[in-house]
């Protein structure tokens, strides 16, 4: 089955402790992205990749990292989280133009973080 | 910058028909998307516009205007299965890895 994974769902964390939110797709995607889900503000991508090595920041990058060593996966680094980090974050993957329906992203489950 | 305005929400009643529109002021994207989430789910991909006109697919249509700066969404035979959030999305043509999505409509379906 066709899909992108997020580990964990949910995370409570204290302040400045780092974590690492996995995200792993399946499709043999080039392009991956992160975004976060706050409310009246929609989907605002934090990080993304071309492919392997090859990330640039999104809208709202200030906090996070973001490494692309293997094709299929993309974890989020929050070096040090704050409490303005609480939020609703979703990985997504697609192929890149000329490349099937790559105006189609598949979005991952979400993890909810809470940072206090 | 690119930036897309939608309503923050629509009410309707089974077997209505309701309009999502999305106003966009962006230049050259490749095409409008349109996303829906369940609450405490994921968004999921419905329609794509490449070009303008009307695109259908089964109970839902998209349509673009570029002229307009405008899309919408159409959901015909609403089912309450089809409350949730709708998001209208474009990618610039100058760089297609940044995607933008609208603010979001709520729509709430009642018996």
């Known amino acids: 089955e066709a899909q992108v994974t997020q580990n964990p769902r949910y995370l409570i964390t204290v302040t400045g402790k780092k974590l690492t939110v996995t995200c792993s797709q399946n499709m043999n995607h080039e392009y991956m992205s992160w975004y976060r889900q706050d409310p009246g503000l929609g989907l605002r991508q934090i990080y993304y990749?071309?492919?392997?090595?090859?990330?640039d920041k999104g809208d709202v990058p200030e906090g996070y990292k973001v490494s692309r060593k293997e094709k299929r996966n993309f974890p989020l680094i929050l070096e040090s989280p704050s409490p303005n980090q609480t939020s609703l974050y979703f990985c997504?993957?697609?192929?890149?133009?000329?490349?099937?329906?790559?105006?189609?992203?598949?979005f991952g489950p979400g993890t909810r973080l809470t940072v206090t | 910058g690119q930036s897309l305005e939608q309503p923050s929400e629509v009410t309707a009643v089974e077997g209505a028909i309701v309009q999502i529109n999305c106003t966009y002021q962006t230049s050259g994207f490749y095409g409008l998307s349109w996303y829906q989430q369940h609450d405490g789910g994921a968004p999921t991909f419905l329609s794509y516009n490449a070009l303008d006109g009307l695109e259908e697919t089964g109970r839902f249509s998209s349509f673009l205007s570029r002229s307009d700066s405008y899309g919408y969404l159409l959901l015909q035979e609403l089912q309450m299965k089809d409350s949730a959030s709708y998001f209208c999305a474009v990618r610039s043509r100058t760089g297609f890895q940044k995607l933008v999505f609208g603010t979001g409509t709520r729509l709430l379906v009642s018996p």
């Open positions: 990749s071309m492919n392997v090595e090859v990330t």
């Open positions: 997504a993957s697609s192929s890149t133009p000329g490349q099937g329906h790559w105006y189609e992203q598949y």
